[in-house]
């Protein structure tokens, strides 16, 4: 299985800090092949988001390298995995929390994480916030993950449409996070088979606020993303356009696509 994979990050226009983060793993792992995939974006209107979401993305690495090889050494199933990938981050969310109590300021960050096992032909998505994943093919582009935030809330009770939700000024609410003071937070989890010729693109909110799914879908299509170096200028053609059209928040976008 061949990886084809790139990212893309920038400030954006006003802050002169960037708080999203995020990585890209793959290894063989017991004759497995394995990949994560994540991104997390620190909450702008709290302390130290930078932080928050560089320690996420830190131990997320940190248990895909040191526990995650031992239970496919054992053989575990792809919900024993889920179940301890969910045990990890209700862990970090708690220590984020005292972390906070210590130091006086209150932190919390989205995450949306993607992990695909090839010995298993499963791939879970761990999700919580308003980052998103995209999964792209060549003749359709999805949203896999919903947002956790007041405005898709409305929008899934009917109460409000996606066109008027673009003008809000709620847009950075959310419902849930890590982190934050938050206690008990609920991941969303998806256990799918993965797709091999296939664009997994997972992004932050900045990302895709001034650009359109059709715009997303003709740069980041399977069969435009050949290479890892297209990949790559797609992503920043796409924050520029992002940009151009004055997007102030910080964006970050990466890929993976799995090739046989």
């Known amino acids: 299985m061949n990886l084809i994979s790139a990212y893309y990050t920038d400030e954006g226009l006003v802050k002169n800090v960037n708080q ?14 394995v990949i994560l995939a994540a991104v997390c974006d620190g909450m702008g209107g709290l302390s130290d988001g930078e ?8 131990e997320i690495s940190k ?3 040191n526990t995650l090889p031992d239970m496919l050494r054992n053989k575990a199933g792809i919900l024993d ?3 301890n990938m969910d045990k990890h981050l209700h862990s970090l969310n708690d220590k984020l929390n005292s972390y906070s109590i210590i130091s006086g300021k209150t932190m919390g960050t989205t995450m949306t994480a993607v992990l695909i096992i090839s010995s298993i032909g499963k791939m879970i998505t761990a999700h919580v916030g308003d ?27 009917g109460k409000l449409t996606e066109e008027a939700a673009v003008n809000e000024s709620r847009q950075n609410q959310l419902t849930k996070c890590m982190g934050a003071g938050l206690k008990n937070v609920s991941y969303d989890y998806i256990i799918s088979p993965y797709e091999i010729n296939c664009v ?24 435009v993303i050949s290479n890892d170096i297209i990949a790559c200028d797609n992503l920043k053609s796409l924050t520029e356009l992002n940009l151009n059209r004055n997007e102030t928040d910080n964006i970050t976008a990466l890929l993976i696509k799995l090739q046989s």
Not at 138 to 153: C, G, K, L, Q, R
Not at 201 to 211: A, P, R, S, Y
Request: charged residues 30%.
């Open 20 to 33: 999203d983060s995020l990585c890209i793993k793959a290894a063989v792992l017991n004759g497995d092949n």
């Open 51 to 58: 932080t928050a979401s560089a320690y996420i993305i830190s």
């Open 63 to 65: 248990w895909f390298e």
């Open 81 to 83: 995995i889920r179940q």
């Open 131 to 157: 980052s998103r994943l995209y999964k792209i093919k060549d003749d359709n582009t999805e949203i896999i993950t919903t947002d956790h935030s007041v405005i898709y809330e409305e929008i899934r009770k």
């Open 200 to 223: 997994y693109m997972l992004c932050t909110d900045g990302f895709i606020k001034k650009i359109t799914k059709d715009e997303i879908s003709d740069r980041l299509k399977p069969s």
